[in-house]
Nanobody
Framework: QVQLVESGGGLVQAGGSLRLSCAVS?????MAWFRRAPEKEREFVAA????????YYADSVKGRFTISRDNAKSTMFLQMNSLKPEDTAVYYC?????????????????WGQGTQVTVSS
């Protein structure tokens, strides 16, 4: 089973940057970041195919966030720039070993514990 451990969350002012990391143990084909803001459903943020690095983004973060991975270190990253108060959420790392699938929660079978990101205005 894939195990995931996130790190890098914190408090930042609007317009600032943060970099999240997700350490991976086990085989994975696709990985993603999701987030859950207070009193909202968990939503997709970004995803990456581990083999070829193809990326996908939610419209709300396109151009501001960058997902990447370091195969040698078995780590996935989320570089978040130009942060806004509405980016405040618990961010979760997710993974799947399935070759085909979508980008919804149900498509990912392994989850990290989450890391808090708070953006002050």
């Amino acid at each position: 089973q894939v195990q995931l451990v996130e790190s890098g969350g914190g408090l930042v002012q609007a317009g600032g940057s943060l970099r999240l990391s997700c350490a991976v143990s086990g085989y994975t084909f696709r990985m993603a970041w999701f987030r859950r803001a207070p009193e909202k459903e968990r939503e997709f943020v970004a995803a990456i195919k581990w083999t070829d690095g193809i990326t996908y983004y939610a419209d709300s973060v396109k151009g501001r966030f960058t997902i990447s991975r370091d195969n040698a270190k078995s780590t996935m990253f989320l570089q978040m720039n130009s942060l806004k108060p509405e980016d405040t959420a618990v961010y979760y790392c997710a993974a799947t070993t399935r070759l085909f699938g979508g980008l919804s929660e149900a498509d990912f079978g392994s989850w990290g514990q989450g890391t808090q990101v708070t953006v002050s205005s």
